[in-house]
């Protein structure tokens, strides 16, 4: 059995196994949203795992601020454009990490990256996974975020709890998918990244 095939069939995640699965060799395959324009800006994220000792791993999300132009009040990752001076997605999600919520960049164990994710509002995201220890202090921007917390890990995970659904827009049915957590819908972008973690660790490199 290989070694990403024993993370996903764990129990429970641990950081060992995912520094393992993360280790092993993969190929970049983009994916992709439906309708995806032919021109994309270059943009990252960081998908933060906490590293709870009694809780285990739980997943950090922010609720953008809903007086927000692009994507108000809904559940997304730290993150943003790539600006020029960064020298890799990874430096991206770091430097908006820690503009977003307060999150120093040193306290940040990045593992490795995800495949690209291709919106369809035109953004290239890379998704950037790093494991966050606690204790830490997070000071949110106002601005931007309205409320940062925290999900399980193993419930994101759960295929049971990656619903499929469907939105008419601009005369197109687009397909999506979600994963409601309580008060939070966590769908679009953010949940299709959380979909592609779930394939990172269940399928085998090619």
Same mark, same amino acid.
């Given at each position: 059995?290989?070694?990403n095939?024993?993370?996903?069939?764990? /129990?429970?995640?641990d950081?060992? &196994?995912?520094?393992q !699965?993360?280790? &092993?060799?993969? @190929?970049?395959?983009?994916?992709?949203d439906e309708?995806?324009?032919?021109?994309?800006?270059?943009?990252?994220v960081? &998908?933060? #795992?906490v590293d709870? /000792?009694e809780? %285990?791993?739980?997943?950090?999300?922010?609720? $953008?601020?809903d007086?927000?132009?692009?994507?108000?009040?809904?559940? =997304?990752?730290? %993150?943003?454009? $790539?600006?020029?001076e960064?020298?890799?997605?990874? *430096?991206t /999600?770091?430097?908006?990490?820690?503009?977003?919520?307060g999150?120093?960049?040193?306290?940040?164990?990045?593992?490795?990256?995800?495949?690209?994710?291709?919106?369809?509002?035109?953004? !290239?995201?890379?998704? *950037?996974? %790093?494991v *966050?220890?606690?204790?830490?202090?997070?000071?949110?921007? =106002?601005?931007?975020?309205?409320?940062v917390?925290?999900v399980?890990?193993?419930?994101? &995970?759960?295929?049971?709890?990656?619903?499929?659904?469907s939105?008419?827009?601009?005369? $197109? @049915?687009?397909?999506?998918?979600?994963?409601?957590?309580? =008060?939070?819908? *966590?769908?679009?972008?953010?949940a299709?990244? #959380?979909l =592609?973690?779930?394939?990172?660790?269940?399928?085998?490199?090619?």
């Amino acid at each position: 059995m290989s070694q990403n095939k024993k993370v996903a069939k764990q /129990a429970a995640y641990d950081v060992e &196994l995912l520094r393992q !699965c993360f280790a &092993l060799p993969r @190929v970049n395959v983009p994916v992709r949203d439906e309708f995806v324009p032919d021109q994309l800006r270059p943009a990252a994220v960081l &998908l933060p #795992i906490v590293d709870r /000792a009694e809780a %285990g791993l739980n997943v950090l999300l922010t609720r $953008r601020a809903d007086h927000l132009h692009h994507h108000p009040g809904q559940i =997304s990752f730290p %993150g943003g454009r $790539r600006e020029a001076e960064d020298g890799s997605p990874t *430096i991206t /999600a770091l430097r908006e990490t820690e503009e977003e919520i307060g999150l120093p960049r040193s306290r940040v164990e990045v593992l490795g990256e995800l495949p690209d994710y291709h919106t369809g509002t035109g953004f !290239c995201i890379t998704p *950037i996974v %790093g494991v *966050i220890k606690p204790p830490f202090d997070l000071v949110p921007d =106002s601005f931007e975020v309205a409320e940062v917390f925290e999900v399980p890990l193993e419930f994101l &995970l759960n295929p049971m709890n990656h619903q499929r659904h469907s939105m008419t827009r601009e005369g $197109r @049915v687009r397909n999506y998918y979600a994963m409601p957590y309580g =008060s939070y819908y *966590i769908w679009g972008a953010t949940a299709g990244i #959380i979909l =592609s973690l779930w394939r990172f660790l269940n399928e085998s490199p090619h």
